[in-house]
């Protein structure tokens, strides 16, 4: 499978825009028959190139219009430690994205809430109890300039 393949990239662009679009129509758009299209398709799957398709909830309609980032510093960042704080995380809902830093802490998290009440029953129940946790600092987002899924630019 090459990524770099221009029809191969057409594909991802289109189902990254449109992953409900039928194959016949991907066919068409990329300007292949259906059957190689399909056989493309699969080989990504089967690579883990895409790995899934699922529909793209607005935080905002369901009501999570509160954003905080969290600095988390680890009292212990040994690799144990680390694995059962990552376990930790992916058990709470409400943190949208986590990322290990390089820096003056250790983590960075994302956390949607409905509002200023609902984030701190999330950081007093939830994650202060995430095993290894040192100490933390909140902060509020006050507005969205971009905010947005990853739309693929394959050219």
Partial sequence: MNIDDPIN?????ELVANARIPMSELAERVGLSKTPVAQRVRQMEEIG?????RAILSPLKLGLTHVTYVEVKMSDTRQ???DR??????????????????????YLLKVRSRDMVHFRQIMAERISTLPFIHATS??????AVVEQNWTGEFD
Avoid at 49 to 53: F, N, R
Avoid at 87 to 100: D, F, S
Avoid at 138 to 143: F, L
Wanted: aromatic letters at 12%.
């Fill in 9 to 13: 990239r057409k594909i991802l662009a």
């Fill in 49 to 53: 190139l895409i790995t899934g398709y």
């Fill in 80 to 82: 144990v430690a680390l």
């Fill in 138 to 143: 909140s902060y509020v987002s006050m507005e």
């Fill in 85 to 106: 704080f990552n376990a930790g995380v992916r058990l709470i809902a409400e943190i949208e994205e986590c990322y290990m830093i390089a820096g003056g802490f250790d």
